[in-house]
């Protein structure tokens, strides 16, 4: 069975970092795009950030110049590095992969794996 694994979630205080990642238990999702969202307490889950499978990367406008994603030389797993953290960005992280349209990139429905989920608490 397809899995995806998260690690690297925790307390953190503002303007510190964390670094995420994610591996896929099958090679073959170095074709897929990856991605992660993120849920909030109270708050639907929504999209964070996504790369293609030729690495290429886009973020939501929230994490745009403090957060970088990137894949790892397996292809199959990816890492999320997060800067300047706020309490925002308060939330528990999913990591997930599929073939999203143009249209579901960054939609939830876009995508077919996803991770367990690893929590991040940014302390003001």
């Known amino acids: 069975q397809v899995q995806l694994v998260e690690s690297g979630g925790g307390v953190v205080q503002a303007g510190g970092s964390l670094r995420l990642s994610c591996a896929a238990s099958?090679?073959?999702?170095?074709?897929?795009?990856m991605g992660w969202f993120r849920q909030a307490p109270g708050k639907e889950r929504e999209f964070v950030a996504r790369i293609s499978s030729a690495g290429t990367p886009s973020y939501a406008e929230s994490v745009k110049g403090r957060f970088t994603l990137s894949r790892g030389n397996a292809k199959n797993t990816m890492f999320l590095q997060m800067n300047s953290l706020k309490p925002e960005d308060t939330a528990v992280y999913y990591c997930?992969?599929?073939?999203?349209?143009?249209?579901?990139?960054?939609?939830?429905?876009?995508?077919?794996?996803w991770g367990q989920g690893t929590q991040v608490t940014v302390s003001s």
């Open positions: 997930a992969a599929g073939t999203p349209s143009l249209v579901s990139r960054t939609r939830m429905a876009g995508y077919d794996y």
């Open positions: 099958e090679r073959t999702f170095g074709t897929y795009t």
